[in-house]
């Protein structure tokens, strides 16, 4: 049996509004969600704008209140980490990138300069990039190098868990073939396992072991990729693939 590095059990998501008359009501925008991930997996959580992919997985992350959030999440692996749809809003703009990947190693307080210094280059060079690009500001990048250095962001104190939103979907064709290789590459050297959510199925198929498709807040449907996009059970999971022209 695999190593566990994520369990979601009973997961639901709700905010309250003012409601009529003051009375406030309670919104679900997950509801039931239970699934696993294992070590070494990459698992696509796929599903229209809005469904609630992402509310998912802030709440997987501890990113909601609290209050919003009911059931159970457990992570038997430390620090995991997000990679966003858009790197440019996950960067400071008035930081080199040196100095954005830099502060992760000063807070956790582990490491002296050289050292910190040494693991920034080194992240750099397994993301693709050349050392130079430490002393440049996320504006002077274009957006396949942005993403490259939100990847390191992500990686550089080593999670073994990393949750992809949309990671590629502001990208053109050919840097988001690059890009998924990176992930591919970085999941078997670093040992990764990555939640990966995505409204492109094809993307998803290119590069996922497993697949969740999530409607209306629900995951209605899940099994290995061949499975769900040969055979798909659900009507739902059935239009999406006549949607993105996937002969079934």
């Not at 397994?126 to 996320?138: D, I, Q, S, T, Y």
């Not at 939640?195 to 995951?219: E, K, P, T, W």
Request: charged share 25%; aromatic share 6%.
């Amino acid at each position: 049996m695999s190593e566990r590095v994520l369990e979601v059990e009973h997961l639901t998501v709700s905010y309250a509004d003012g409601g009529v008359f003051g009375r406030q009501e309670r919104h679900e925008i997950v509801h039931d969600a239970s699934f696993h991930i294992d070590q070494g997996e990459i698992v696509g959580l796929v599903g229209e704008s809005g469904c609630g992919k992402s509310t998912l997985s802030k709440a997987i992350l501890g990113m909601l209140p609290e209050n919003d959030v009911s059931g159970s999440v457990t992570h038997y692996t430390k620090r995991p980490q997000m990679v966003f749809q858009d790197p440019f809003s996950s960067l400071n703009p008035a930081r080199s990138v040196g100095w954005i990947l830099e502060e992760p190693l000063r807070i956790f307080g582990k490491y002296d300069a050289p050292e910190r210094k040494r693991r920034v280059l080194d992240m750099l060079e397994r993301v693709g990039l050349e050392r130079e690009h430490a002393r440049r500001k996320p504006r002077e990048l274009s957006g396949g190098q942005r993403q490259r250095v939100a990847i390191a962001l992500a990686l550089i104190q080593r999670p073994r868990f990393i949750i992809a939103d949309e990671p590629v979907s502001a990208l053109d064709v050919t840097i988001q073939a690059q890009v998924l290789d990176l992930l591919w590459d970085l999941r078997r050297e670093l040992e990764l396992s990555y939640l990966f959510i995505s409204h492109d199925l094809n993307v998803v198929y290119s590069i996922c072991d497993r697949v969740l498709v999530m409607q209306a807040g629900r995951i209605v449907e899940s099994g290995p990729v061949d499975q769900v996009y040969d055979r798909p059970r659900h009507e739902y999971t059935r239009k999406l693939l006549e949607s993105a022209n996937y002969a079934i």
